[in-house]
């Protein structure tokens, strides 16, 4: 039934419709409210959340309670939202951060990063891509053009460039021998400062670089193709089914490490139960005021009245 369809108010109903808008009432459910959250805050997080009841609801969140294209729709948008804003900025983000922070981040980054066993692999299996070949030999092949035009100005390029796919095909012969010194080099420990100096460069650019500077990189068709790409990802089973994943083990993780904690530990509920008091009244109030939670609570009222509690229904 509508909020808006009239029904006729018994006695009940006007008392409770009165009841609820008086100011007696607001008070009262605030301090009812905040000894509630007081209690909340002194309980362990086992003992007031249902860890198998949040499992379930991630579990089904995506096929129960998510519309998928109005999802994908709010992200595209909340990218376009991000784009307008950061044009907006003429400040870096570390223009933005506190004097601190971005001290902090600068240290961070001048601190020695040894590669591990696993990014020294990944650094491997990057250099042996087929990209990375290609530009070797376009680097290479660019080199020895440079040097035929310093010693032959007027023949030596125009050789070259005749002679491209030639010497391109000798130099590839050499490409796996180049690209396993080149790995060896990367890895290597006592060059690890060098490849480490070149990302630091990157990141620090990347900070210093106005904001309004990263949505221009971006063209009006690249934005159209990753709204499609978002799209598309959002409707995707096997990637939501591993973000469901993803997303179970770290509720496991987490309630396993605060499962025996007390609310008031992770959230400080008891300090500032009276502000948090009465913004919930504030929603709570508006919700009781409905026609169908008046006749609700009118109802039970009468029921209270006439119905001894062991002839209840279990």
Not at 15 to 31: H, V
Not at 260 to 274: C, I, M, N, W
């Amino acid at each position: 039934m509508s909020e808006k369809t009239p029904f006729k108010k018994g006695s009940r109903d006007g008392y409770w419709e009165k009841r609820i808008r008086s100011t007696a009432f607001k008070r009262e459910l605030t301090a009812v409210v905040e000894q509630e959250i007081a209690w909340v805050s002194g309980q362990r997080i086992k003992d007031v959340v249902d860890a198998d009841l949040v499992r379930s609801v991630i579990q089904g969140w995506d096929a129960k309670m998510i519309d998928r294209a109005f999802l994908a729709d709010l992200l595209v948008q909340g990218n376009r939202t991000v784009a307008r804003t950061l044009r907006r900025r003429g400040k870096s983000l570390l223009g933005l951060l506190d004097t601190e922070l971005a001290a902090g981040i600068d240290a961070l980054l001048e601190e020695d990063m040894p590669l591990s066993r696993y990014a020294e692999d990944f650094a491997e299996k990057i250099m042996r891509q087929e990209f990375v070949r290609r530009l070797f030999t376009d680097i290479i092949f660019t080199s020895i053009v440079s040097f035929y035009e310093k010693v032959n100005p007027f023949f030596g390029a125009i050789a070259m460039r005749a002679l491209e796919d030639q010497i391109k095909g000798f130099i590839r012969l050499f490409m796996p021998m180049i690209q396993s010194q080149a790995t060896a080099f990367a890895i290597n420990k006592g060059n690890q400062r060098i490849l480490l100096d070149f990302t630091r460069s990157i990141i620090r650019q990347l900070l210093d670089e106005p904001l309004e500077h990263y949505a221009a990189m971006v063209s009006s068709g690249q934005r159209k193709k990753a709204a499609t790409l978002v799209r598309q990802a959002v409707d995707d089973a096997k990637l939501g089914a591993l973000m469901r994943t993803v997303a179970l083990a770290l509720w496991d993780d987490l309630y396993a490490r605060v499962g025996d904690k007390q609310v008031g530990d992770l959230l400080r509920l008891e300090e500032h139960a009276g502000w948090l008091a009465a913004r919930s009244v504030e929603v709570i109030l508006p919700v009781l005021l409905r026609p169908h939670m008046i006749r609700f609570i009118a109802a039970e009222s009468a029921r209270a009245g006439t119905q001894h509690p062991k002839a209840l229904p279990p």
